[in-house]
């Protein structure tokens, strides 16, 4: 009878250990995670929007297996701010990213570290822009002081700002010359570094370069638009290589077998650009750099097969701040990985059920001008020339942002602007650094650092100069 049990014991112990789900299978508290975001895409910019001439086919058969906002926002009009808001969860000018170019403060915390404090292998992949440098990008510099792996990422392989065909990137402040679409790139860096730590859970970040100016794709991309201007044939021929590069990243995650229990979570990091026909934001009103629905409003698709079992769309309010608080609730991190306040909130609850209402309302402070969401009232303060006014907005009523119902007698809309001033003060709290323990910003936050091109290149990277001089990327772009 003794061996019988015993026998019986180690068939249950055997059966028990062989059973268990392989890493990424079966854990859900401990999925790996992709975030993924383009640069300048607008809300219009997907076939399944209904764009007259751009196809997206992986993007469109993502959503087909996952959740498609309707109302998803960047964190701010431009890029460092989202870029800020997406790690940290809070408002870009709580973390001392005023605006494009500026660096994000050494004393906020990142999902990276919290992530990595709980056994995560963190990478990093493209475009960064959090280390205080404007203009166009440059491979970042060992000794950088803001480089990604101070803000918890075991590897990196990432530049300053934007970047095109043929990139220079920095591993580790190590340059690498990369031939070929920038998208295709990093998403290749991406899964080469899946392949190697699959076996862990990860957080990977990639974070394309595509579609910012100065726009150059491949003929074969651009070939379905050659009925276009230059530059919007180029834009969009940049768009069709990043929507391929998701294919290959969601093919890279079947093939290493991890697509069931990956969270994989696309966006864009601010509304779509100005001067492309036809145009970005699919009827909107404004572009990057606006606080109207055209410079916040992204399109955005999260896919998680093991978590996320029924496809379908949803209308609720959901920002880049969320992504932190959502990670944070499916690894069970603590509250102290976060700093307080924080602005977004968790979306684990609609990866069930539809929500409508959100309980937070969003706030959005940039470029000199100010804005809160709450659901479908949007109440702004927006300066022009020197002047400041308020404007009122019901979206439901009014999605393109006509008709300001804005009133000093509409309780309501005094409420609502309150509700506004409130917000400002909090933050005008965090940006003096009273959500830290030093009670203070320390270090202080540099100003933006602006680099000619070509002279850094002569200076930094004297073996590549030759080759940027003469393609005169300086020329094309002066824009941020």
């Not at 934001?281 to 410079?295: A, T």
Request: proline share 7%; charged share 25%.
């Amino acid at each position: 009878m003794m061996k019988r049990l015993m026998g019986l014991l180690m068939i249950c112990l055997v059966t028990g250990i062989f059973s268990q789900p392989s890493r990424g299978a079966g854990d859900l508290t401990r999925p790996h995670i992709v975030l993924v975001m383009a640069d300048d895409m607008g809300w219009g910019e997907t076939s399944r929007r209904g764009h007259p001439c751009l196809k997206t086919p992986n993007l469109d058969e993502m959503s087909e297996h996952g959740l498609w906002f309707e109302r998803f926002y960047a964190g701010a009009p431009v890029c460092s701010p989202t870029r800020a808001s997406v790690l940290t969860g809070r408002s870009n000018r709580r973390t001392g990213v005023e605006s494009h170019g500026y660096a994000l403060r050494l004393q906020e915390k990142t999902v990276a570290q919290a992530l990595k404090s709980i056994g995560y292998v963190t990478g990093h992949f493209g475009k960064w822009h959090l280390n205080g440098m404007r203009g166009p990008g440059v491979p970042i510099l060992g000794e950088d002081p803001y480089r990604p792996d101070q803000f918890g990422f075991d590897e990196w392989l990432s530049v300053t700002n934007f970047f095109d065909r043929d990139p220079l990137l920095s591993r580790q402040g190590k340059i690498e010359d990369y031939t070929g679409d920038s998208s295709e790139v990093v998403v290749g860096q991406a899964l080469d570094f899946l392949s190697r730590n699959h076996q862990q859970p990860t957080f990977t970040i990639i974070w394309y370069g595509t579609p910012h100016s100065p726009f150059r794709a491949a003929p074969e991309d651009y070939a379905p638009f050659t009925d276009l201007d230059e530059q919007s044939m180029h834009h969009y021929g940049e768009l069709v290589a990043m929507d391929r590069s998701i294919g290959t990243l969601r093919k890279g995650l079947a093939d290493l077998g991890m697509t069931e229990n990956t969270l994989l979570w696309f966006c864009s990091d601010n509304g779509g650009l100005p001067k492309i026909t036809p145009e970005t934001v699919g009827g909107l009103r404004g572009f990057k750099g606006s606080l109207y629905e055209g410079g916040l409003r992204v399109p955005c698709i999260i896919e998680w097969p093991a978590r996320i079992k029924q496809p379908r769309t949803t209308e609720f309010p959901g920002v880049t701040m969320d992504i932190f608080p959502t990670i944070a609730e499916i690894t069970g991190l603590s509250e102290s990985t976060m700093i307080d306040p924080i602005d977004g909130v968790s979306l684990v609850p609609l990866f069930d059920r539809e929500i409508i209402q959100r309980d937070k309302p969003i706030g959005f402070q940039c470029l000199g001008n100010t804005s809160l969401l709450k659901q479908d009232q949007k109440i702004m303060y927006v300066t022009n020339r020197g002047k400041k006014s308020i404007e009122l907005y019901d979206l439901s009523q009014d999605p393109h942002e006509e008709h300001n119902l804005y009133s000093q007698d509409n309780p309501e809309a005094v409420a609502l602007q309150k509700q506004l001033d409130d917000w400002i003060a909090s933050v005008n709290r965090s940006i003096e650094g009273k959500d830290y323990p030093a009670g203070k910003v320390d270090p202080p936050t540099p100003e933006p650092r602006g680099w000619n091109q070509v002279e850094a290149y002569q200076k930094y990277f004297p073996e590549w100069s030759q080759r940027w001089e003469y393609e005169g990327w300086l020329k094309r772009n002066t824009r941020e």
